[in-house]
C-alpha cells in the first residue's frame, strides 16, 4: 500500500501547525507511519498462514483465526492512522478557502492566509479534538476487540466446526506485542500532544481576548 498521500497530508498541515502541532505531525510521520510500512506491515503479513492448530478440521482454523482476530492488527493500525489525520484537511481546506477567497476579491484580505487566528482558530481547535477523540476510541477498539492490550502465545477455541476444545498458537506473540505496546505508546504520545496544542491555543485566545479588553477599557 502506497502512503504517500498521508505524508503529503502531513507535510501539508505542518506548514500551518504551531510548535507543538510540528511535534504531533513528526510523531506520526516518524514513530507511526515509517515503523508501519518499514517492520509493523511484513511482521503481521501472513498472521493467517501462521496461525496453527492441533487439528486438521476443514474451517477450524479459520473460524478460530476470525473468532480472536475479527480485525487485522495491522489493518486496525492502518485505520486508525488514515483516520487520525484527515482532521488535519480541515485546516488546509479553510487556508484554502482563505487564499481563493483573496484571489476572487483581488486584495489582501487576511495578514496571513495560514495564521492560525479567527475563524481557523475554531477550525484548528475542532481538527485537535475530533484527532483526540478518534486516537482514544481507536484505544478502546484495540482494548475491547482483543481483551486486553496483549497477545497470548496459546489461544484455546471451541467454537463450530471444531469437534472440541482446540490449541492454537499464534506466531511471533513476543514481537508482535513489542510492537503493540509501540502503537498504544505513540497514540498516548498523541493524545497528550493534541490536549497540549488545545490547552495552549485556549490559554493563548483567551489571554488575547482579555488583554483587548483590558486595552478597550483603559481608552
Not at 476510541?137 to 469437534?163: D, H, R, T
Amino acid at each position: 500500500m502506497s502512503w504517500a498521500f498521508l505524508r503529503d497530508l502531513l507535510s501539508g498541515v505542518n506548514k500551518y501547525s504551531t510548535g507543538i502541532g510540528r511535534v504531533w505531525v513528526a510523531v506520526v510521520f516518524m514513530f507511526r507511519l515509517l515503523v508501519y510500512v518499514a517492520a509493523a506491515e511484513n511482521i503481521w503479513k501472513h498472521e493467517h498462514d501462521e496461525f496453527q492448530c492441533n487439528i486438521k478440521q476443514p474451517g477450524c482454523k479459520n473460524v478460530c483465526f476470525d473468532h480472536f482476530f475479527p480485525v487485522s492488527h495491522i489493518r486496525l493500525w492502518a485505520l486508525q492512522l488514515i483516520m487520525v489525520s484527515t482532521p488535519s484537511l480541515l485546516v488546509v481546506f479553510h487556508v484554502a478557502y482563505r487564499e481563493n477567497r483573496e484571489k476572487q476579491h483581488d486584495q489582501k484580505l487576511y495578514r496571513n492566509p495560514g495564521n492560525i487566528d479567527g475563524g481557523l482558530l475554531g477550525t484548528y481547535l475542532i481538527s485537535l479534538i475530533l484527532k483526540t477523540g478518534l486516537e482514544i476510541v481507536f484505544l478502546v477498539l484495540f482494548y475491547k476487540l482483543y481483551n486486553g492490550f496483549k497477545i497470548p502465545y496459546l489461544v484455546k477455541c471451541n467454537v463450530k466446526p471444531c469437534p472440541n476444545t482446540v490449541d492454537c498458537y499464534i506466531s511471533k506473540p513476543t514481537e508482535k506485542m513489542i510492537f503493540l505496546y509501540f502503537l498504544v505508546a505513540t497514540s498516548c504520545l498523541c493524545i497528550i500532544l493534541n490536549l497540549s496544542e488545545l490547552s495552549y491555543l485556549i490559554f493563548k485566545y483567551s489571554i488575547k481576548c482579555y488583554l483587548k479588553r483590558h486595552m478597550k477599557k483603559q481608552q
